[in-house]
Structure formats: structure tokens, C-alpha cells
Nanobody
């Protein structure tokens, strides 16, 4: 089993920055593909970013150029640096992990492990 714990959410003004973190345990971190998803009230859980075993990164078009995903295998941690935040970025942000290659990195149903989520609120 893999346990994921997010932290770093909060309230920030539009245009500001925030970094959320996710610490993984229970499995060798370098063997996990990691993703960030977000879910706003009344909406589906949407893909934000993913980072694969070799460090390859993927981003949703809505965050490309503003958000950066990174991982520190020594600390078992994946980060999401969010810059130029907009009110529409407001959501609960979830960390997710997968232990094997999947066909679609943006599909939440293909990730086996999930954190509890951290709230990010961007004021206008």
C-alpha cells in the first residue's frame, strides 16, 4: 500500500504563488508515477500535472506555463509550484500515485493511490 499526505494549501490572492507538497510512504518512491489533480465544488476531478519515473512531465493546458511539478526521490516528495494563480484555480488539490505505466496519465481512474486533498483558494 502507498500512503500519500498533501500539505501546503491555503488562501492566496490572485496573481500570487503557492506550493503544495505530497509525501509518499509504503513503497519505493522512485518506482511511482505521480500526479496532481484538482476538484472544485460540483465539478469533476481534473488532471493538473504528472511526473513520471524518468522525470518526464505533463501538464493540463489550463496550467501550462504557470505550474511546475517536480519530485525529490530522496525526500519521497512531489511538489506542485503554482504561480500566477487565478480564482478559477480554486479547488481541492489531490496527489495521486501509480505503480505501473498507464495509458493515459490524465485519467484519475487509472491512479491507484490518493491523498486526502488540500484546499487551495485564490481570491480575486
Amino acid at each position: 500500500q502507498v500512503q500519500l499526505v498533501e500539505s501546503g494549501g491555503g488562501l492566496v490572492q490572485g496573481g500570487g504563488s503557492l506550493r503544495v507538497s505530497c509525501v509518499a510512504s509504503g513503497r519505493t518512491f522512485s518506482s511511482l508515477g505521480m500526479g496532481w489533480f484538482r476538484q472544485a465544488p460540483g465539478k469533476e476531478r481534473d488532471f493538473v500535472a504528472a511526473i513520471w519515473w524518468a522525470g518526464t512531465t505533463f501538464y493540463a493546458d489550463s496550467v501550462k506555463g504557470r505550474f511546475t511539478i517536480s519530485r525529490d526521490n530522496a525526500k519521497n516528495t512531489v511538489y506542485l509550484q503554482m504561480n500566477s494563480l487565478k480564482p478559477e484555480d480554486t479547488a481541492v488539490y489531490y496527489c495521486a500515485a501509480v505503480a505501473s505505466h498507464i495509458a493515459d496519465y490524465s485519467s484519475p481512474r487509472l491512479y491507484a493511490y490518493w491523498g486526502q486533498g488540500t484546499q487551495v483558494t485564490v481570491s480575486s
